[in-house]
């Protein structure tokens, strides 16, 4: 369990920041190099290289050297563990919302008014 946990921290800690969302959007579409990664965005190599290594220890890039390019993909399976547990608690309140909405419209409940 502790293994999963910090999987799902490293998971949100990395889709918590614009930039690799905006970078994961991109390799949604196929694999693509830093470079290209890098165009649409006013900020350095670099800087990018590391939303790179962030998304990689999250899991959710891969990284391949072809010679001198490194081509980045999306590798979209620790996102599979976030939104199960996302959905875990979608179960939830949904059922909070259900038994809250049956509550108040149950006749003679304590929220009428004489």
């Known amino acids: 369990m ?3 946990q910090r999987r799902l921290d490293r998971t949100f ?3 918590a920041d ?3 969302r905006a970078i994961l959007e991109r390799l949604r579409q196929g694999e693509a190099t830093v470079g290209d990664l890098a165009g649409p965005f006013r900020i350095s190599r670099p800087a990018i ?3 790179l290594r962030v998304l990689e220890r999250a899991k959710l ?3 391949a050297r072809r010679g001198r390019v490194s081509l980045c993909t ?3 399976v620790a996102m599979r563990d976030a939104a199960a547990w996302i959905e875990r608690y979608r179960v939830f309140w949904t059922q909070r919302l259900f038994d809250l909405k049956a509550y108040v419209e149950t006749p003679n409940s ?3 008014q004489p």
Do not use: I, Q
């Open 2 to 4: 502790v293994t999963n």
């Open 61 to 63: 890039v891969r990284r």
């Open 13 to 15: 800690a990395a889709l």
């Open 110 to 112: 304590p929220t009428e």
């Open 74 to 76: 999306l590798d979209a």
């Open 18 to 20: 614009p930039t690799r």
């Open 49 to 51: 290289s590391k939303h």
